[in-house]
């Protein structure tokens, strides 16, 4: 078979999904036409540069798989259809792109999570059969479990975007305080240039509740899987997500993980580490730091068990590589 690869975003989710599609059919790369240098009409030219490009690998593939729901899918469900189409739909594409593409020519939609499954159904129900939910898997080996002394730290990873509403996590944990003074926060993560003002504002606020000496923030992380064993408690305070890595992550190293209830979160953590308000999230945190030793121990155990049975990345690439195999 031949299998093609269209990637337009971060390769963040498909190291491991393509090492293991190269290794069992072999794979080619889309590689989008270099932008045209001519001063004008560059839209009209790059469109159909990008349309014939897109059109020669169609062609020369029996398969193709589109890593993001996006803007080249769109483009690639307009051509005559000459192979057999599979995507993954991770989030953002369901609310930015999911309208402008013809969802008739593509054989096989791969959700993150049973959440966004119901969203994409409940738009697009005459597509509900071609729909599958494969979770988004992580490398277990790269994030072994970390037993560690308890550190009184509360920590999370992302993008520092409104969207994390990392500002309201602030806000609830200078609430904790009053009952768990010792405790500390750690904000981890790159800061989007569109987004300066939002990280300037997390920082100010900070200054403004005079918790400074409790609220560090760690900038963009380069190895994960050393940071986590810093923190005892990841919270995702998302209003919205596909199914969250950096939980996943945290998880697998043995950290006690809260999330808001966002749509879908409920696939990530147990019930009983989801909360609605900062009061129970509040609660929840006081439960983790009063427990005994052994309690936090088990605890960690079950985040790993838990990491292990749903996120191992080895069972992600084998079903999407018995979905794409269905093709042919």
């Not at 920082?203 to 509740?209: I, M």
């Amino acid at each position: 078979m031949r299998l093609g690869i269209v990637n337009q975003e971060t390769w963040d989710f498909l190291h491991e999904l393509h090492a293991h599609l190269a290794a069992v059919h072999g794979t080619s790369v889309f590689e989008p036409p270099a932008p045209p240098r001519a001063p004008f009409m560059r839209e009209r030219i790059a469109r159909y540069q990008m349309d014939r490009a897109l059109r020669a690998f169609l062609r020369q593939n029996d398969v193709v798989f589109f890593e993001w729901a996006s803007g080249l899918l769109a483009q690639a469900t307009r051509l005559p259809k000459t192979c057999a189409i599979v995507t993954r739909l991770h989030r953002y594409e369901l609310y930015a792109w999911a309208d402008r593409i013809n969802w008739d020519v593509v054989d096989h939609v791969i959700l993150v999570s049973e959440a966004k499954r119901r969203a994409f159904v409940a738009r697009f129900p005459a597509h509900a059969g071609k729909t599958h939910v494969v979770p988004v898997g992580i490398p277990l080996a790269r994030f072994p479990m970390v037993d560690r002394a308890f550190l009184g730290a509360i920590g999370t990873l992302c993008h520092l975007t409104p969207r994390k509403r990392v500002y309201d996590l602030i806000l609830a944990f200078a609430d904790l305080l009053k009952s768990v003074p010792a405790l500390q926060l750690r904000v981890a993560g790159d800061v989007e240039p569109a987004y300066l003002d939002y990280y300037e504002a997390l920082q100010r606020l900070v200054r403004q509740l005079g918790i400074e000496a409790h609220v560090r923030f760690d900038g963009a992380i380069t190895e994960p899987s050393k940071w986590y064993p810093l923190i005892d408690i990841f919270v995702s305070h998302s209003y919205s997500e596909g199914l969250q890595v950096a939980p996943m992550e945290a998880m697998a190293t043995g950290c006690h993980t809260l999330s808001h209830a966002w749509d879908g979160a409920d696939e990530l953590v147990p019930p009983e580490c989801l909360y609605l308000s900062d009061a129970e999230l509040v609660l929840k945190v006081e439960a983790f730091c009063n427990a005994s030793p052994a309690e936090r121990a088990e605890q960690r155990r079950r985040m790993r068990a838990l990491a292990e049975d749903r996120f191992d990345s080895r069972k992600t690439c084998k079903r999407i590589g018995e979905i794409i195999g269905t093709c042919v």
